[in-house]
């Protein structure tokens, strides 16, 4: 199974990468680092990505990003900035896939519990994750009808990130990271589709 990695130089992409490394033809994607770079902010680049890598089975992204500040604050260019990472950067990841995926291949995305559990200064990130986890919902069916699956895995705050992130999560128990890698696992070796696998 050949399976590109985007993002699987950070902090849950790398654990994801250490998991499957070995057993699969794994390609590494990231945006200064890796095997390959792609800056997901620019379709032009995920399309560049894709013919380099040619064909493929399956593709898992781990990367993007969006900024953490109180809403008072927040302006129309903070939610872009999310919109084109975050949001934008994966679903065009997905949709470039479409064309380069295997019969039988599957998407997954990275969304987060802020969509459903939010914090102080998270609105931005609730609203990119909120959508990250409708497009898989609306888009399934379609993804289905050619022949491959789409998921997100919606991960807590994560132990590896709880130093440097916990003070904005109040209450919040971080996940552990081998939980947050069996559910890029279960995206990608099971039959499920069109689900939002969430890690707590």
Same mark, same amino acid.
């Given at each position: 199974?050949?399976?590109?990695?985007?993002?699987?130089?950070?902090?849950?992409?790398?654990?994801?990468?250490?998991?499957?490394?070995?057993?699969?033809?794994?390609?590494?994607?990231?945006?200064?680092?890796?095997?390959?770079?792609?800056?997901?902010?620019?379709?032009?680049?995920?399309?560049?990505?894709?013919?380099?890598?040619?064909?493929?089975?399956?593709?898992? %992204?781990? @990367?993007? /990003?969006?900024?953490?500040?109180?809403?008072?604050?927040?302006?129309?260019? &903070? !939610?872009?900035? $999310?919109?084109?990472?975050?949001?934008?950067?994966?679903?065009?990841?997905?949709?470039?896939?479409?064309?380069?995926?295997?019969?039988?291949?599957?998407?997954?995305?990275?969304?987060?519990?802020?969509?459903?559990?939010?914090?102080?200064?998270?609105?931005?990130?609730?609203?990119?994750?909120?959508?990250?986890?409708?497009?898989?919902?609306?888009?399934?069916?379609?993804?289905?009808?050619?022949?491959?699956? %789409?998921? @997100?895995? /919606?991960?807590?705050?994560?132990?590896?990130?709880?130093?440097?992130?916990? &003070? !904005?999560?109040? $209450?919040?128990?971080?996940?552990?990271?081998?939980?947050?890698?069996?559910?890029?696992?279960?995206?990608?070796?099971?039959?499920?589709?069109?689900?939002?696998?969430?890690?707590?």
């Amino acid at each position: 199974m050949k399976i590109l990695l985007i993002g699987g130089t950070g902090t849950i992409g790398s654990k994801v990468a250490k998991r499957l490394n070995g057993d699969y033809e794994l390609i590494i994607a990231g945006s200064s680092s890796g095997d390959v770079q792609v800056d997901i902010t620019s379709p032009e680049s995920i399309q560049k990505l894709f013919e380099e890598t040619g064909p493929i089975d399956a593709v898992i %992204i781990t @990367a993007g /990003s969006a900024p953490v500040k109180p809403l008072a604050n927040s302006t129309n260019k &903070d !939610f872009l900035e $999310g919109v084109q990472s975050k949001m934008m950067g994966q679903i065009n990841v997905a949709l470039t896939a479409m064309n380069y995926l295997n019969e039988g291949g599957s998407v997954t995305l990275t969304s987060g519990i802020l969509s459903d559990d939010p914090i102080p200064q998270g609105t931005i990130l609730s609203t990119i994750n909120g959508a990250i986890n409708g497009f898989v919902t609306g888009a399934y069916g379609e993804f289905l009808q050619k022949g491959y699956r %789409i998921n @997100a895995v /919606s991960p807590a705050l994560v132990e590896d990130s709880a130093d440097a992130l916990g &003070d !904005f999560f109040p $209450g919040h128990t971080p996940a552990k990271m081998e939980h947050v890698v069996d559910g890029y696992e279960k995206s990608l070796k099971t039959l499920i589709t069109g689900q939002i696998i969430n890690i707590e």
